[in-house]
Nanobody, 125 residues
Framework: QVQLVESGGGLVQAGDSLRLSCAASGRTFSSYAMGWFRQAAGKEREFVAAISWSGSVTKYADSVKGRCSISRDNAKNTVYLQMNSLKPEDTAVYYC??????????????????WGQGTQVTVSS
């Protein structure tokens, strides 16, 4: 069992940066690949980024590639999403999730077993 709690969201201006954190409880955190997804109002939840259990493999959606960086600290049971050069279209609720899958499946929302409650990111123009 893994419980996930996101933090770090807020209201920022276009071009600003934010770092989201996802704190996990449970001794098996380091076994899980971790993903970040987002859901804008009226839209489906979409993949943003993911990282393997060791941190050696990362994947990004094309929409955030070059602007976002995912990382994790297994000693702190925490995964991070650093977002730079934010755009109004990045406005969404951001969720972290945990999965026991290989990197080929990271973009698939259905493989994630545990989800956080989400943190709102709003980017004003």
């Amino acid at each position: 069992q893994v419980q996930l709690v996101e933090s770090g969201g807020g209201l920022v201006q276009a071009g600003d940066s934010l770092r989201l954190s996802c704190a996990a409880s449970g001794r098996t955190f380091s076994s899980y690949a971790m993903g970040w997804f987002r859901q804008a109002a009226g839209k489906e939840r979409e993949f943003v980024a993911a990282i393997s259990w060791s941190g050696s493999v990362t994947k990004y959606a094309d929409s955030v590639k070059g602007r976002c960086s995912i990382s994790r600290d297994n000693a702190k049971n925490t995964v991070y999403l650093q977002m730079n050069s934010l755009k109004p279209e990045d406005t969404a609720v951001y969720y972290c999730a945990a999965a026991l899958v290989g990197s080929s499946y990271y973009e698939n929302i259905n493989v994630y077993d545990y989800w956080g409650q989400g943190t709102q990111v709003t980017v004003s123009s």
